[in-house]
């Protein structure tokens, strides 16, 4: 089975500085996808970046990235130069890549409120 | 283009009614996912379609849960005799179905109050 955990509790960041959350993870699977999703108030989930587990660099879309620590089993999202708009709930979540080509559901993790200080 | 939509966004039910929530994908997406989403809580997976059929239902809660996908495209998830378990939030998702690094596109989710 897999399972996501988020432990930390809310986070807070000045504007314009960077900030890491944290995710750890634990699978028996040899080959998986991590994503990261953002949540506003609004309550709509917003893809944010993706690192399956044999890629070799970590991923980068914009300022976010992914420090993937494979031996670790820790994906943490990196949000550089935080914006006002950053501020919502982030979820870690990992899938099973089945090489069938079948496609498989997400796990989620709690997810952690990030809060941006103006 | 449009992204995965559903209706209604608000329902309120009596305990004991039955309720059936819609989910419109993006158009040409094979694969659809129902999670529920309890306050405060990540997203539980319910039921993943590929095309028309259902090969994994391991989180639907109980008999009282149902879905169907017809056309390949609307999916309708439908809860009968509700109970106030039931309130939550309950998110459609759509991917293109290639798997690898299949990204899931969600919908703004409909909010289920049982009273």
């Known amino acids: 089975a897999q399972k996501i955990t988020q432990t930390q509790p809310g986070m807070f960041v000045q504007e314009k500085e960077a900030v890491t959350l944290d995710c750890t993870y634990d699978t028996s699977d040899p080959s998986y996808g991590l994503f990261w999703y953002k949540q506003p108030s609004s309550g709509e989930m917003i893809f944010l970046i993706y690192q399956g587990s044999y890629d070799q660099q970590n991923a980068t879309e914009g300022r976010y990235s992914l420090n993937f620590q494979k031996a670790r089993k820790s994906a943490n999202l990196v949000i550089s130069a935080s914006q006002l708009g950053d501020s919502a709930m982030y979820f870690c979540a990992m899938r099973e890549l089945i090489r069938t080509g079948a496609n498989s559901k997400l796990t989620f993790g709690k997810g952690i409120t990030l809060s941006v200080r103006p | 283009g449009a992204g995965v939509s559903q209706s209604p966004s608000n329902k309120v039910t009596e305990k004991g009614k039955d309720v059936e929530l819609r989910c419109d994908p993006i158009s040409g997406h094979t694969a659809l996912y129902w999670y529920r989403q309890r306050l405060g809580q990540g997203l539980e997976f319910l039921i993943y379609?590929?095309?028309?059929?259902?090969?994994?239902k391991s989180g639907l809660p109980s008999d009282r849960f149902s879905a169907e996908r017809t056309g390949e495209s609307v999916s309708t998830l439908t809860i009968q005799r509700t109970q106030q378990e039931d309130s939550a939030v309950y998110l459609c998702?759509?991917?293109?179905?290639?798997?690898?690094?299949?990204?899931?596109?969600f919908g703004p989710g409909t909010r289920l109050t049982v009273l």
């Open positions: 998702a759509s991917s293109l179905g290639i798997g690898g690094a299949d990204t899931q596109y």
């Open positions: 379609f590929q095309g028309n059929s259902a090969p994994d």
